[in-house]
């Protein structure tokens, strides 16, 4: 560990929208079954912008709180019992690391701990409860860190933790069998993300629906064959259409509003699934009945559990699609503030912005 300084930069969060660049923040110490990691890459989440301005609950506390929680870099020290990785290996994060001693943990369903914020369980949410990426280096649990395939570059591996999210939200409703006709709505990047799942894994139709035409267009160089413009056409009536009446085996409602929720369950043919993977800010008036008399499967998904990332990994690591599209943006640490403004104006067609340390 000589070369490990004991001091590094870091952006902190010091109030609510008082985020301070630090130079002599304390380098963290890899407790037993972690590993510290040199934060090559850090891309800004939906999530993040909320915890600039409001804080988490359980935070660390201001002064001390160093947020970001989809990176990526290079291990250089290991704690004690650490046998799965060495310095040197190339590594991406996952937010959560469940207590794993609650049931919900033993069954696989991490991200639904039943002990969360609990750090004295072991819970972590790495970038929430506890520090994050934005940052020179941090330390994770061997649980929440995944290898890297080769060439795989660390901007589009801070990608990762969005694939597997919008890849839980398929396994949470079954999976996808090939062929399979499926609605993706939204296209920020979880539904972007979602649309390479589904052709990755398989699908027949993929159509993606939204109201934003440049985030459409990028949806069908990812994979899409269709796409709907939510504000100019009737998506439920092009669904039916574009399925010869019948509805979509899958769907994956990645847009987080009343209206896209109410219309997933509306587009899901007899038997169908609805995968709810968006941040809804109110509750939605969903069609029950429907739900009940059409045997379909509504399915609330969180985050990117039961090793989806293992998953989303192994979907990517052939290099098939490009992902490139999607990381529009690079800062270094130390623009971080025209990183976060970049990220939530959508200034230059921004879809993923990456800090790099
Ligand atoms: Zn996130
Ligand atoms: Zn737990």
Known sequence: MTDIPKTMRAAVLYGEGDLRLVDDYPVPQPGPGEVLIRVAACAICGTDPKILAHGWPNHPPYGQFIFGHEYAGTVVAVGDGVTEFAPGDRVAVEPHKGCGVCANCRDGYYTTCLNYGRPEKGHRHY??????????????????????????????????????????????????????????????????????????????????????PDRLAVGLRLGADVTIHAREENVVQRVMELTGGIGADAVIECAGTVQAAVDAVEMAKKNGRVALVGIYQEPAPLNINKVVQWNITVAGSKAEGERSMAQALALLARGAVDLSPLVTHTFPLSQIHAAFETAEKRLGGAIKVVVKP
């Not at 591996?157 to 939204?186: F, K, W």
């Not at 920020?188 to 052709?199: D, K, Q, T």
């Open 127 to 212: 970038g929430f409860s506890t520090n994050g990426g934005y940052a020179e280096y941090a330390c994770n649990h061997v649980n929440s860190v995944y290898k890297l395939p080769d060439g795989m570059p660390f901007e589009v591996a801070t990608l990762i933790t969005t694939a597997a999210t919008s890849l839980y939200g398929i396994r949470r409703i079954g999976g996808l069998e090939a062929g399979e006709t499926v609605v993706v709505s939204g296209p920020g990047p979880i539904g972007l993300m979602a649309v390479v799942m589904a052709r990755l894994l398989g699908a027949g139709m993929v159509i993606l629906t939204g109201t934003r």
